[in-house]
């Protein structure tokens, strides 16, 4: 029987797994759109998916100040807020503006808001093509809406060097090198 054998396991332990989940969630929760492979991708949208429901389920109380809010909704929404604060990293560094953002207000007043007519399905993923490296296959995970890809060519992994340097370049990098080492 195939009892608690849901999910990947991505060879990796549970706390590990669970460690890498978290960090990709908090980074596609702040930046709304990460580029990973296709099988991270689609576990990752069941984790994510999962806490924007949460925040979801609380309807209006999600988003309303908590002075405007009754003794019960209140406590409800701390509850929600502490159930999320314990899967996601409290902040996120937004890429643009380099500025700390709360996730777990991120996910219960702005994502709730969004998604709030929605019934399900708040990202998509989109294929990519395989990653140079090593030839695994690239996603990219983004909520749906999210304005379209212009170019995936753009969304390659930053780790990726430029290919064709001209020789003048090279050769100027290499010069102080050789001073130093001398």
């Given at each position: 029987m195939r009892h608690r054998k849901d999910g990947r396991q991505f060879s990796r332990n549970t706390a590990h797994r669970r460690a890498m989940f978290r960090n990709m969630a908090a980074n596609l929760i702040t930046h709304e759109r990460i580029v990973t492979?296709?099988?991270?991708?689609?576990?990752?949208?069941r984790v994510t998916e999962r806490l924007i429901t949460k925040a979801?389920?609380?309807?209006?109380?999600?988003?309303?100040p908590l002075d405007k809010l009754?003794?019960?909704d209140r406590a409800r929404r701390l509850h929600v807020k502490r159930l999320l604060a314990s899967y996601l990293p409290r902040f996120g560094v937004e890429r643009?503006?380099?500025?700390?953002?709360d996730l777990v207000e991120k996910v219960m007043v702005e994502l709730s808001q969004r998604f709030a007519e929605r019934p399900g399905g708040y990202t998509r993923i989109t294929k990519l093509g395989a990653r140079a490296g090593d030839n695994a296959p690239l996603s990219v995970i983004e909520?749906?809406?999210?304005?379209?890809?212009?170019?995936?060519?753009?969304?390659?992994?930053?780790?990726?060097?430029?290919?064709?340097?001209?020789?003048?370049?090279?050769?100027?990098?290499?010069?102080?090198?050789?001073?130093?080492?001398?």
């Open positions: 492979t296709d099988a991270k991708a689609k576990e990752l949208r979801k389920r609380l309807g209006p109380a999600a988003y309303t009754d003794a019960r643009d503006n380099l500025t700390r953002r909520f749906v809406d999210a304005p379209p890809i212009e170019d995936p060519a753009t969304l390659e992994e930053p780790a990726a060097a430029p290919a064709a340097a001209t020789e003048g370049e090279a050769g100027e990098a290499d010069a102080p090198a050789d001073e130093e080492s001398e």
